[in-house]
């Protein structure tokens, strides 16, 4: 559902009571020595929520990132992050950061507000981690300018994207013909509960059902279901290799963490304060990118060396998945996307994952 434009900005005027009145205990600017216009000579004091604990490789890129700024802003700007959830799930954090009662989050994306934000889950419009740079974490792609302005109506200025692993099939058996996507596979896979996750699996053949993340793990060992998607090799082998017989490489969609912040704030912020924090998000989002290769490889040849078997499709059949699901599942998409911004991305995107 999307919100109206009156919702959108009593959402951003009740955030703006909300700062003034709590300033020191939700964020914000404080400890100014200057006049009310002179925001040069303000410090500001800012919380990032994250749902990664601070041990995870997401968690300290972005400490690198927020060390890095505070260090080019002379100390006038230092983030603070909380990780593990502690400022509430990633649904009521993103409308907080709305509100302006939290100053920033990376995490997932909420498509509630706006549908055009599904397209982070359309299935290959990337297939590799060059491509999904490219398309994802270059702030001059299409794709990122579209999901910056669709967030800015909604109080929100897009920092960067993280992106987290590309996906692939974890399961307990084996799965024959596993990336043919004309062949009917008689197992039940485990999805999110999105169209878009739903159709991705359907596409490869599979039967679905939507189980909690958090009984994934006890429903794959007990034969509840067969296997899932939703995660990458890296989350594969951290979090099922004991349950696990099978891993299949499909990179059908690469999980896209968002960096964000509340919108006015950032607007009040110099324009060099600005620049410093994207361009420091800007380059976190990339080395991490490049990481996250190195770990989603590394987490493939661990999980074989268990035992487990790695399909690593060719470059024939990655080719074939990508035109199966660009024309079979994509148009589905039309109805969620308006019509201009889902043809603009496929034109973009395909061109752009090209010119990777």
């Given at each position: 559902?999307?919100?109206?434009?009156?919702?959108?900005?009593?959402?951003?005027?009740?955030?703006?009571?909300?700062?003034?009145?709590?300033?020191?205990?939700?964020?914000?600017?404080?400890?100014?020595?200057?006049?009310?216009?002179?925001?040069?000579?303000?410090?500001?004091?800012?919380?990032?929520?994250?749902?990664?604990?601070?041990?995870?490789?997401?968690?300290?890129?972005?400490?690198?990132?927020?060390?890095?700024?505070?260090?080019?802003?002379?100390?006038?700007?230092?983030?603070?992050?909380?990780?593990?959830?502690?400022?509430?799930?990633?649904?009521?954090?993103?409308?907080?950061?709305?509100?302006?009662?939290?100053?920033?989050?990376?995490?997932?994306?909420?498509?509630?507000?706006?549908?055009?934000?599904?397209?982070?889950?359309?299935?290959?419009?990337?297939?590799?981690?060059?491509?999904?740079?490219?398309?994802?974490?270059?702030?001059?792609?299409?794709?990122?300018?579209?999901?910056?302005?669709?967030?800015?109506?909604?109080?929100?200025?897009?920092?960067?994207?993280?992106?987290?692993?590309?996906?692939?099939?974890?399961?307990?058996?084996?799965?024959?013909?596993?990336?043919?996507?004309?062949?009917?596979?008689?197992?039940?896979?485990?999805?999110?509960?999105?169209?878009?996750?739903?159709?991705?699996?359907?596409?490869?053949?599979?039967?679905?059902?939507?189980?909690?993340?958090?009984?994934?793990?006890?429903?794959?060992?007990?034969?509840?279901?067969?296997?899932?998607?939703?995660?990458?090799?890296?989350?594969?082998?951290?979090?099922?290799?004991?349950?696990?017989?099978?891993?299949?490489?499909?990179?059908?969609?690469?999980?896209?963490?968002?960096?964000?912040?509340?919108?006015?704030?950032?607007?009040?912020?110099?324009?060099?304060?600005?620049?410093?924090?994207?361009?420091?998000?800007?380059?976190?989002?990339?080395?991490?990118?490049?990481?996250?290769?190195?770990?989603?490889?590394?987490?493939?040849?661990?999980?074989?060396?268990?035992?487990?078997?790695?399909?690593?499709?060719?470059e024939e059949e990655y080719e074939t998945m990508r035109e199966h699901f660009r024309t079979n599942i994509w148009p589905k998409y039309e109805n969620t996307l308006d019509a201009e911004t889902f043809k603009s991305l496929l034109d973009n995107g395909?061109?752009?994952?090209?010119?990777?």
């Open positions: 559902m999307k919100l109206s434009a009156k919702r959108i900005i009593s959402l951003a005027l009740c955030g703006t009571v909300v700062s003034t009145l709590a300033l020191s205990g939700c964020g914000g600017s404080s400890g100014s020595s200057g006049s009310e216009t002179d925001n040069s000579e303000k410090t500001y004091e800012l919380r990032l929520a994250t749902l990664y604990p601070t041990e995870h490789e997401l968690t300290i890129s972005a400490q690198a990132a927020c060390d890095k700024i505070e260090e080019q802003t002379g100390g006038k700007v230092k983030i603070q992050i909380y990780p593990s959830d502690q400022l509430g799930d990633y649904t009521s954090v993103y409308e907080e950061v709305m509100k302006g009662t939290i100053d920033m989050t990376i995490n997932t994306m909420v498509t509630t507000y706006d549908s055009t934000l599904e397209m982070l889950t359309i299935p290959y419009l990337a297939s590799s981690y060059d491509e999904a740079k490219e398309i994802f974490c270059n702030p001059d792609s299409y794709f990122f300018q579209t999901v910056a302005d669709h967030q800015r109506n909604l109080n929100i200025e897009t920092l960067g994207i993280y992106v987290a692993g590309a996906m692939g099939i974890g399961a307990a058996k084996s799965i024959n013909s596993p990336m043919d996507p004309t062949v009917s596979k008689p197992m039940l896979i485990r999805c999110p509960s999105m169209d878009s996750y739903l159709w991705t699996a359907e596409g490869f053949g599979f039967n679905t059902v939507t189980i909690n993340y958090s009984e994934l793990y006890s429903s794959l060992q007990t034969g509840v279901c067969d296997g899932w998607i939703g995660g990458g090799a890296y989350v594969n082998y951290l979090g099922f290799r004991d349950v696990l017989k099978y891993f299949g490489d499909a990179r059908y969609i690469f999980e896209n963490i968002v960096c964000i912040m509340n919108k006015e704030l950032y607007d009040g912020m110099p324009a060099e304060y600005q620049t410093i924090i994207k361009d420091a998000f800007t380059e976190s989002t990339n080395s991490f990118a490049d990481q996250m290769e190195s770990l989603d490889e590394q987490a493939m040849k661990d999980m074989e060396a268990m035992g487990i078997e790695i399909y690593r499709p060719t395909l061109r752009e994952a090209a010119a990777a």
